[in-house]
């Protein structure tokens, strides 16, 4: 009978069924192992997706230095008028304005409600000389309004700004 203990068929029968059991409990946990794997990736891709990044950075004014000076004796500050070229864009790329084909810069005091908030905020600390690329989110712009037709409402500006000269007043 194949059940005594000592019959060679049956020892080596139940050493192949379990190192078959053995390879196939292996074969598991790797699958196990890989499907957490790839369940971790997916969770990290779909926190990371463009929705949920750009969601966040919508919210907030971002301020790239596109140009540092070396030498930099005064930075902007409220209540110091501004010359300024600038071009805005909205995220497509689409140009809503720029004074540079004017070739005459805009001027303004900063920090006096004169300009939308994202350039109040963004224009602070600049020295003369410097360019700056400011992301403007709506609600630091021109809200959910716009400024039609060029500009619809909710949208993302997009500025290139260089500060050309700073008139600071004398305080009184």
């Known amino acids: 009978s194949p059940l005594r203990k000592g019959n060679k068929k049956f020892k080596s029968a139940i050493k192949t069924h379990i190192k078959r ?9 790797y699958f196990l192992f890989f499907m957490r794997a790839l369940w971790l990736v997916a969770v990290a891709a779909l926190s990371l997706s463009p929705a949920a990044v750009n969601g966040a ?41 720029s004074s540079i084909p004017r070739d005459r810069p805009f001027t303004f005091t900063l920090g006096t409600g004169q300009v939308i908030k994202g350039w109040d905020q963004g224009l602070l600390g600049m020295c003369e000389g410097e360019k700056r690329k400011l992301v403007i989110p709506a609600e630091l712009g021109y809200g959910d309004r716009g400024a039609p037709p060029k500009i619809p409402g909710g949208a993302t500006l997009i500025f290139e700004v260089e500060l050309l000269s700073i008139e600071r007043r004398s305080e009184l």
Do not use: A
């Open 21 to 29: 059991c053995i390879n196939h409990l292996i074969s598991i946990n």
């Open 57 to 97: 950075d919508k919210k907030k004014l971002q301020i790239g230095i596109k140009k540092r000076v070396d030498n930099c004796p005064i930075k902007s500050r409220k209540g110091d008028v501004l010359n300024m070229h600038y071009t805005g864009k909205l995220e497509d790329g689409t140009e809503f304005d």
